[in-house]
């Protein structure tokens, strides 16, 4: 059995670092982890896309149509982007953080209304404004670790086993904020 | 200890555990990551050159003095080191030489999507493959073994989902490579003429030891299972089609060239269907397809453009896919732009206000090319926008110079924009280029991969990680 699980968001966000603080989460508790990420481009503003698949052994890097239990989104639009990945009776976890892109800037596009209700109709849809509970930890930049808080509720691995990849991931001086963050997550 | 690692990453813990000692790349995504991580290991010197033909002759350097030696490339930037590397099939070695190229199906982030493939043919270089991170280790100490023992340069190929993906590696120590004594041998090393005609003699008589190693070695091996279908495969196709078909039997293929020839009979012998699942073109295919082994499908079911995925195989097979829903309202798209504060951005938009045809050139220009800024009509390779802009100009006359601009980057000149420049003051071009410094590699995560400025990569390394 693999566990399929995509973190989607915009370049600059901190998905790299969410990826990385769950795939050390699931490598503590043995399983066989795989990531994929695309480099290059996806750092300037880009749509990006991290897959992350644990079981006792995982073959395919990729996440395909279908196939991902949880979406862990950190951008709305990214989410009406990515939700045909999730296959049936997965959850879309979704901060509800709107970042135009090109196209709506330039005016050539809208920028879409109502996706969470549309999504909400389509499947198991958490939304949550993380951009405001990273705030209240103490930084926005604090996203990523409130999305990942976010998460922890809905797998089945010890809380203290994610406060303790926390500490091996993020610098030190940041960890009291982090550990809040995440814990907003959580609770939300 | 078992650590998770990038495909680069472990391309770089396999060159420091077959004892590499002399690192030289340029950059370019997929392949960057490699030569970074490289540079933090003591026991390696590892540097940026400012192309891959510059790369690959410095290694061709370090081989001759004794030592294990590597560079690493994008696959266009093979284009640029072919040179070298062709006649360097035919001096052969001395340290071992392994050289990586990064291919990119899809062209996440490329000009074009050329099968690396064919170089190894052409070259006549033992190729391998690997599929994930620890394959990434193994098969860089296999590449070694192989160069040495076959006295030829050897090349690794990954793809970008290999070298962007992580996988747990278990961490070896470093085996310590003593220099190997250089030797004169001038009718080895001199490829002049009257040695060469001898040397392709070695060269084809190399390929034929190759060719039954092919036959033997543990690069290539069989997972039989279920004999209805017969995948053969290899790299990250392997994973995707384990991933579709768990039950199939496979046969991986390693060593991607030379292949086999009666490991393939014998695996198709055994299955009903024979199945050649690869990305871009179908290089094992047709090699089945000549040595007379029936192909049952291939190219047919796949198509030559992009990657592959569990679904795309899934599907070209008949096999249900599984259900989703997708959103059903237009999503405006998210194209990457240039980097907040990046002095690029004033430029591009002062040269789309004035219409000028710009000929840009590889790097961020490409980004100049897209909305809001619609300001660059042409991009090749990697220093074409000043050879483009002279022929341009001169076909064009005065007039139509005085709206026409080369545009290129400082990374980007360096690399191959200088003998363009010779060319503008030899053939007294009209012809006017801009090169934009903004004192950095920035298009591959912001190496220092240019000469005139800044710390090398060893310094670079350190100081971002």
Redesign the interface.
Known sequence: MTTSIMIVGVGGQGTLLASKLLGNVLIAQGYDVKLSEVHGMSQRGGSVVTYVKYGDKVYSPIVDQGEADYILSFEILESARWISYLKEGGVLLTNTQKTWPMPVITGAMEYPEGIVEKLSAMADVQAVDALKLAEQAGSPKAVNVVLIGVLSRRMDIPEEAWLKAIEETVPAKFLELNKKAFRLGREA | M?K?MLGNQAVARGLYEAGCRFVSSYPG??S??ITEQAALYDEIYAEWAPNEKVAAESAVGASLAGARSFCAMKHVGFNVAADPLFTASYTGVNGGLVVCVADDPGM??SQNEQDSRHYAIAAKLPMVEPS?SRECRDFVKAAYEISERFDTPAVLRTC??VA?????VELHARDEQALKPYERNPQKYVAAPANAVKRHVEVEKRMEALRTFAETTELNRVEMGDTAIGFVTSG?CY??V??AF?EASVLKLGLVNPLPVKRIADFAAKVERLIVVEELDGVIEEHLRRNGIRVDGGKDLFGYLGEL???KIRVALGAA???????D???????????PGCPHRGLFTVLSKLKLTVLGDIGCYT?GS???LNAVDSVLCMGASIGMAHGYTKMLGEEAAQHTVAVIGDSTFMHSGITGVVNLAYNKSIATVLVLDNSITG???HQQAEPHHGPDAAERAHLSY
């Open positions: 078992k998770l995504t997929p960057t990551e996440h982030s994930d970008t989902r962007h993906s992580q996988c747990l990250t994973l995707y384990k991933e768990p995925s569990q679904n896919l599984p259900a989703y829903k997708a959103y309202e237009t999503v405006p798209g998210r194209p990457p732009v240039m980097c980004l897209g909305a809001p298009m591959t995560g």
